[in-house]
């Protein structure tokens, strides 16, 4: 049997990322060849992984990048089973470089192996959830809020402190589309016979009625639309008066929450 030096094993762990017994244990399977061990280690990491997969991950982080030109712009959400993990060092700093990368491609093979390999090493499911890249017209504004918990990236023109701020905003209210035009037309169909029904059974005259409908249907595309929602900092004012006031626009915005639509399993009683 060949002798399994220390610089051997360390360059196992270097390639795999995992602890010293498992990289002398396969070295030593393989009669010291480096190559084969990292294959054989690269077999039991899959094996690992796909136990691992069937264990719900949604803890995590956004992971975040924004070009230096401030044109161009990704958040990635990088799921784990606790939240100790999501503090791990080596899964920030996937969840970081992985951010660089989505800005100009998807992931691929090389991210799944490098995912799969950080799976083998914390012991925990790791998953690439979703990822959103922006293209700007204007520029980019990033916030990174609640511990990574929540990122939003908006493509805004105007002073750098209104991209803060309807970063912000958009942390904190979460609207689904910039304006009330945006809203498809299915949604807002649906929420008409929604507010008819209700208006219906106040028993009131039909053009009062309608003005209801109307009312109620103008206040849930605000509700729901950034440039009609009130402005976090200013409630007596919506985006949209706030922006104008400032000469300012917001061309284009996108955020991911962590583990949001995730359904977690409750422990027993």
Do not use: W
Request: with cysteine; hydrophobic share 45%; net charge positive.
């Amino acid at each position: 049997m060949a002798e399994i030096s220390a610089a051997l094993v360390m360059e196992l762990r270097r390639r795999t990322g995992l602890g010293m017994m498992e990289c002398k244990k396969a070295l030593s399977e393989t009669n010291g060849d480096l190559d084969k061990a990292e294959e054989l280690l690269r077999i039991k990491s899959g094996a690992k992984a796909s136990k691992a997969a069937s264990r719900i991950a949604a803890e995590g982080i956004i992971g975040a990048y924004v070009s230096p030109d401030m044109k161009l712009g990704s958040l990635v959400e990088i799921n784990c089973e606790t939240d100790f993990v999501a503090r791990n060092e080596d899964f920030v700093a996937f969840a970081k470089a992985l951010a660089e990368i989505v800005a100009t491609r998807d992931p691929g093979p090389a991210e799944e192996d490098k995912r799969q390999k950080l799976v083998q090493k914390i012991g925990e499911n790791i998953t690439i959830r979703h990822f959103k890249r922006l293209q700007a017209k204007g520029k980019l504004a990033l916030y990174v809020h609640a511990g990574a918990q929540i990122g939003v990236l908006v493509d805004y023109d105007g002073a750098d402190d209104v991209g803060k701020d309807v970063a912000m905003h958009i942390a904190f209210a979460k609207p689904r589309h910039l304006s009330k035009a945006e809203v498809p037309q299915e949604a807002v169909s649906a929420e008409r016979k929604i507010q008819e029904a209700r208006a219906k059974e106040s028993g009131k005259p039909a053009e009062i009625v309608a003005k209801m409908v109307e009312g109620s249907l103008n206040k849930f595309l605000g509700e729901i639309s950034l440039m009609g929602q009130p402005f976090i900092k200013d409630d007596k004012q919506t985006i949209e008066k706030m922006l104008a006031a400032k000469k300012a626009k917001v061309n284009a915005y996108a955020f991911l929450v962590v583990g949001e639509g995730i359904e977690k399993t409750q422990p027993a009683h």
